[in-house]
């Protein structure tokens, strides 16, 4: 497993170590910290299946450099931005100091099976705020689509995924009664928490090939709880 250190510099710098085939890793390079996530294509993905181990390799290793490419160039013009409407506003050198993006990013590859790759790129975003955003991304680069959790799950997905993840929070807040999931183990209050899964659901695929359903901070339950993951058997 590789990893790599924080980027920092008014120009990011992106370090080297794309995984190779099949193997997990993770590493370092300056990224977005917006809402927005980069809908990846593959350069690399022709051929479908008549694809080459060789080819598959490549294409993976493709993708993740684009991915990681995009989050970089999205920053530096984030940072750009940022820059000039603090000067249009009235700022000065003098209150500007110099300052640099300070940037970190970490991507992990979670399954990379033939031409299949999930991947989990996080971001955060020294000189706006401390917040970490998770970027999520399931392709086959084969056959240059994004996959989803029908395709892991079937038809019913949605069936499936629900009455696993509201199964599985009810089992972890039996067992701690610190732990609380909005909509399921408590139903007061504003916030609908966990309500079902669509096609717009966060998720990686595990190393035993499962779709592990991601939500964040708030999204289903208190803060304090952090990014919660519920791995859905198929």
Not at 52 to 78: C, L, M, P, R, W
Not at 211 to 220: I, N
């Amino acid at each position: 497993e590789e990893t790599g250190g924080t980027t920092e510099g008014s120009d990011a710098q992106q370090n080297s170590g794309i995984p190779e085939n099949g193997a997990a890793a993770e590493n370092s390079a300056a990224s977005e910290n917006g809402g927005t996530e980069v809908s990846p294509e593959s350069g690399n993905a022709a051929g479908g299946e008549n694809m080459s181990d060789a080819d598959i390799e490549e294409a993976v290793n493709a993708q993740i450099q684009q991915i990681v490419d995009e989050h970089v160039a999205q920053a530096k013009e984030k940072f750009a931005e940022y820059k000039e409407a603090f000067f249009a506003t009235g700022g000065t050198e003098e209150e500007w100091g110099g300052r640099t993006m300070d940037i970190n990013v970490d991507y992990e590859v979670k399954y990379q099976e033939g031409s299949v790759l999930s991947l989990v790129l996080s971001t955060s975003e020294a000189w706006v705020s401390a917040q970490e955003l998770r970027y999520y991304y399931n392709i086959d680069v084969a056959q240059n689509r994004e996959l989803s959790l029908k395709d892991l799950l079937g038809d019913d997905y949605v069936n499936i995924a629900n009455e696993s993840i509201r199964r599985q929070m009810k089992e972890r807040a039996a067992a701690d009664e610190n732990l609380v999931y909005w909509g399921v183990t408590e139903n007061e209050g504003l916030i609908d928490g966990f309500v079902s899964v669509d096609d717009e659901t966060d998720f990686y695929i595990n190393a035993q090939g499962n779709p592990v359903v991601c939500f964040g901070e708030y999204e289903v339950a208190p803060g304090f709880m952090g990014i919660q993951e519920f791995e859905i058997a198929k």
